[in-house]
């Protein structure tokens, strides 16, 4: 059996160069529009999520700096950046830890920058919170997460939940 272990190191670039001061990540939620059918016919309610439909989605990155990626990803505009982590699992078969790489790249603009407080002796606690308009996750290598509400993608795990939406729609 493999166990994962946990995440070892990360490092975050914008168009391929490393963002120096990123201490931490909080990836964004993929949370599915819903609607609640009642009427004839229906003993009670209940909820469905609607095929392909996400709410808005949102990364928020803390820094270690005030003055390098928090500057950097501070501007008004859309910024692709990708974040790639190191993990670590055990493999208890072989009684052996292995590495494997995920990615995740993102398209972000900037909602709120918030540069933090200043005190002697501190570290920095600058942050900021990106409205993400596109999200890619790989795992060694493989895609296994594609959003892109813009254009009509939602495919989750090698399945396309939204083919059948674009073909309604003509757009295949």
């Known amino acids: 059996m493999i166990y994962p272990n946990g995440h070892i190191q990360h490092m975050v670039y914008k168009n391929g160069g490393a963002l120096i001061g990123v201490a931490k990540v909080t990836m964004p939620q993929i949370k599915y529009k819903t609607v609640t059918p009642s009427g004839a016919g229906l003993m009670g309610d209940f909820t469905v999520p609607l095929s392909g439909m996400i709410e808005a989605m949102q990364v928020k990155f803390e820094f270690s700096s005030v003055a390098d990626a928090a500057v950097e990803l501070g501007s008004n505009e859309w910024h692709d950046v990708a974040v790639y982590v190191a993990d670590q699992y055990f493999d208890s078969a072989r009684r052996s830890e292995e590495q494997e790489q995920l990615r995740f790249e993102m398209t972000i603009r900037p909602m709120e920058v918030d540069h933090g407080s200043i005190a002697a ?8 919170t990106y409205a993400v308009c596109r999200y890619t996750v790989y795992k060694k290598g493989v895609k296994v997460v594609d959003i892109d509400p813009l254009n009509q993608v939602h495919m989750v795990n090698g399945k396309d ?3 059948d939406i674009r073909k309604l729609l003509g757009m295949t």
């Open 121 to 128: 002796a501190s570290a920095a606690d600058a942050s900021g």
């Open 161 to 163: 939940c939204a083919a």
